[in-house]
C-alpha cells in the first residue's frame, strides 16, 4: 500500500511542476482543450466582453475568433423576379453573364433609389454582390428615410470616374484622388458631406462581393471579405430608416445581385 502511494505522490509531483514549473509554456503554444484545462496559461483569453459575439481560439490559426452572433435572414433576392422593387425607367432585371441581375443603364438622375429596406432599431448585416461601369455609388445607408432624410448616411462603393460632376452631394476634392480607382466611402448629408474614403481593388466590370456591419455606433464594410472602413460615430448608426440603391451622377451604371439582410444581436 505504501508504495503505491509513493508512485501515486510521485506522478503528482511530476504532474504539478510540469504545470507550474514552467513546462506549459516550453513552446508557449496553446494545443487544444487540454491545454486549457491543465496549463492554461499557455492559452490566451479570447473573451471580448461584448455579449454579440461568439469568442474561441482558432489553434489551427492560433489567434482568437470573435464573431457575430448571427439571426435570422430577413430579406434575401436573387432577382429570378423583380415583384420586390418598384423600378424607374432606368432600372430592370434582366440576364448578364447566365444570371438575373438587377441593372440600371445609366440613371440620367443625380440619386434615383431603387430598393427600400426599412431598418427599425435593430442592428445588421447587409450583403450583396455588384459589378460597376461608370459609378460613384451604388448604396446608402439612412436614418430614418421618411422623417429624417437629411440625416442620411450614404456608403459609396464603386469605381470613381474621370472628370467627377460638381453637382455630386459629397465634397468633390475628396474623391478627386481616386480618379478611375476602386472607392469604398461614408458620407452623410447637410453640411457634414463625405467623411472618409478607402482604395480598394475593385475595377470596372469586375463582380465583387460587399459587405457592411451596421451595429450600434459603428460601420463596417468589407470588400471580397476584407475589411477596409470601421468607423465610429458619436451616436447610434442606424435607428431606423431604409437602405436603397442608387446612382450617384448622369451616367451611373452597375448592377447587382445576391441582395441578403441579416439581423446581428
Request: proline share 3%; hydrophobic share 35%; aromatic share 12%.
Amino acid at each position: 500500500m505504501s508504495k503505491i502511494i509513493s508512485v501515486l505522490l510521485l506522478v503528482g509531483i511530476v504532474f504539478v511542476s510540469g504545470c507550474l514549473g514552467g513546462k506549459c509554456k516550453v513552446d508557449g503554444i496553446c494545443k487544444g482543450e487540454e491545454t486549457y484545462q491543465n496549463c492554461p496559461e499557455d492559452c490566451p483569453d479570447c473573451d471580448d466582453r461584448d455579449n454579440c459575439t461568439l469568442d474561441y481560439f482558432d489553434y489551427e490559426l492560433q489567434e482568437c475568433v470573435n464573431g457575430l452572433v448571427v439571426g435570422d435572414v430577413l430579406f434575401y433576392d436573387n432577382f429570378s423576379t423583380d415583384e420586390n422593387w418598384e423600378l424607374p425607367d432606368t432600372y430592370d432585371t434582366m440576364f448578364e453573364m447566365g444570371k438575373m441581375v438587377l441593372r440600371n443603364s445609366g440613371s440620367r438622375d443625380r440619386a434615383t433609389p431603387v430598393l427600400e429596406y426599412n431598418f427599425d432599431k435593430r442592428n445588421y448585416i447587409v450583403e450583396f454582390s455588384a459589378k460597376v461601369d461608370d459609378l460613384i455609388g451604388i448604396m446608402s445607408a439612412r436614418y430614418d428615410l421618411s422623417k429624417n432624410y437629411s440625416e442620411k448616411y450614404a456608403l459609396l462603393f464603386g469605381v470613381v470616374p474621370k472628370g467627377l460632376p460638381e453637382e455630386l452631394p459629397f465634397q468633390v476634392e475628396m474623391l478627386a484622388d481616386y480618379e478611375g480607382r476602386g472607392i469604398v466611402g461614408i458620407g452623410k448629408s447637410g453640411e457634414v458631406g463625405l467623411m472618409t474614403v478607402k482604395e480598394v481593388p475593385v475595377k470596372k466590370g469586375e463582380w465583387h462581393d460587399y459587405k457592411v456591419v451596421l451595429r450600434g455606433d459603428r460601420i463596417e464594410v468589407y470588400v471580397d471579405e476584407v475589411l477596409y472602413e470601421n468607423y465610429t460615430d458619436s451616436e447610434p448608426i442606424m435607428q431606423n430608416g431604409g437602405m436603397v440603391f442608387e446612382g450617384l451622377g448622369y451616367e451611373s451604371r452597375f448592377s447587382v445581385d445576391y441582395v441578403r439582410v441579416t439581423e446581428i444581436c
